[in-house]
């Protein structure tokens, strides 16, 4: 019998995420995950059949965490969860930049099959959410094709925080173009 594992899974998680939010899938290797962890490449392996499944076990933990913040689902519905969502939505805490499913779909012709699907569940969770927001402030313009812009506008954002061009040009971006949106 072996020996009981000496790690939670949400542990690994939280620890091998930034590493591959860092570098990238590709550009992440075994040893960098090991050192990250604390867990060797055995233990690693008995957790998670490969890079490719710890990968998207990062991922799918990094939606979950985001879908719990809730910043699109808060009472009362409008514009100011939609402000709310760009300012905080992106991430801004060491090398954790922008939004990690964001950052990885440049890597999307090499990830595994299922990140995509799980990418675009999310991506049509949000435009729902963002929807749903902005029906609420009874827009002239479809919510539908207002929220495919602010999502567009978010992804911008994001690969923006991985540039570190600051968040007070952010917030200034944010504030412009919630002021373009309230007029549509």
């Known amino acids: 019998m072996g020996r009981p594992k000496s790690f939670s899974r949400e542990e690994v998680l939280e620890k ?15 040893q960098e995950l090991e050192r990250a962890t ?8 008995t957790e998670f059949r490969d890079k490719e499944d710890l990968f998207v076990a990062c991922l799918q933990h990094y939606l979950d965490t985001q879908e ?20 905080q939505g992106p991430y801004n805490k060491g090398d954790q930049q922008g939004c990690f499913s964001v950052n990885s779909m440049r890597e999307l012709a090499i990830l595994p099959s299922q990140t995509g699907e799980m990418m675009a569940e999310a991506r049509t969770l949000l435009q729902r959410l963002l929807a749903m927001n902005i029906n609420a402030e ?13 999502l567009s506008f978010f992804s911008g ?14 917030n200034r971006k944010i504030e412009n173009f919630m002021a373009a949106l309230r007029t549509l």
């Open 157 to 170: 954002l994001c690969i923006e925080r991985n540039l570190k061009s600051g968040k007070v040009s952010s």
């Open 16 to 30: 091998a995420m930034p590493v591959f939010w860092k570098h990238g899938f590709a550009d992440t290797s075994l």
């Open 68 to 87: 719990k913040r809730g910043l699109l689902t808060t009472q009362p519905f409008g514009w100011n969860n939609v402000e709310t969502f760009l300012k």
């Open 38 to 45: 604390g867990v060797n490449k055995s233990g690693l392996y």
């Open 138 to 150: 009874k827009t002239r313009m479809a919510p539908s094709a207002i929220s495919e812009m602010v």
